[in-house]
């Protein structure tokens, strides 16, 4: 199985700035498995970015991704307020899904 | 647009069997894949299992022995039993297409907490 690391765990920023988030895998998976969502509370995720960098239907491009191999990153751009949240990355890989344990973007 | 919705019995017993069923609107369950993927404080968000229309299913092989999804064409639905329930399954459940197949995960249907209580 492989584990996906987050960092960090909590992020404290306010509008206007921009956050990094991180995802770290136990081992080398293909970036175009590698998925993130967004989860504001009592909401079911939503998907963010695929694919590593591509973005989900109407998410705004200040939200970017990149990566490969075992390190990908998150990138969001002069941060809105509705962009504090909780963040997770997922990937499939060896007939399995898992997700990493979230970075919250709180102000 | 395809929409989700989940339903079933949100307070079982320990040992009992939690059933649920999510209903698919705006779409049909053929050529898709479909997931289970529940979330608790304690375990972050973790994906139970998935099946396609034809019925075939791949499960977390830590939750394997007590997981069957299976799949009704005719209704357009799918649903979720685990087996032999304890505390720690308590959380909230989710049923998700596999926006393409085994990749990611949109759209997520609205989630349907279970509680495992004596």
């Known amino acids: 199985e492989t584990v996906l690391t987050q960092s960090p765990g909590t992020l404290s920023l306010s509008p206007g700035e921009t956050a990094t988030l991180s995802c770290r895998a136990s081992?080398?998976?293909?970036?175009?498995?590698l998925a993130w969502y967004q989860q504001k509370p009592g909401q079911a995720p939503r998907l963010l970015m695929y694919g590593t960098s591509g973005r989900a239907t109407g998410v705004p491009d200040r939200f970017s991704g990149s990566g490969s191999g075992t390190d990908f990153t998150l990138t969001i751009s002069s941060l809105e307020p509705e962009d504090f949240a909780v963040y997770y990355c997922?990937?499939?890989?060896?007939?399995?899904?898992?997700f990493g344990p979230g970075t919250k973007v709180e102000i | 647009q395809v929409q989700l919705q989940p339903w079933g019995a949100g307070l079982l017993k320990p040992s009992e069997t939690l059933s649920l069923t999510c209903a698919v609107y705006g779409g049909s369950v053929s050529g898709y894949y479909w997931s289970w993927i529940r979330q608790s404080p304690g375990k972050g968000l973790e994906w139970i299992g998935e099946?396609?229309?034809?019925?075939?299913?791949t499960y977390n092989p830590s939750l394997e022995s007590r997981v069957t999804i299976s799949v009704d064409t005719s209704k357009n639905q799918f649903s979720l039993k685990v087996s032999s329930v304890t505390a720690a399954d308590t959380a909230v459940y989710y049923c998700v297409r596999e926006a393409r197949t085994r990749t990611w995960f949109d759209p997520w249907g609205q989630g349907t907490l279970v509680t495992v209580s004596s």
């Open positions: 997922q990937q499939y890989g060896s007939s399995q899904f898992t």
């Open positions: 081992q080398s998976i293909n970036s175009n498995y």
């Open positions: 099946i396609n229309y034809s019925g075939s299913t």
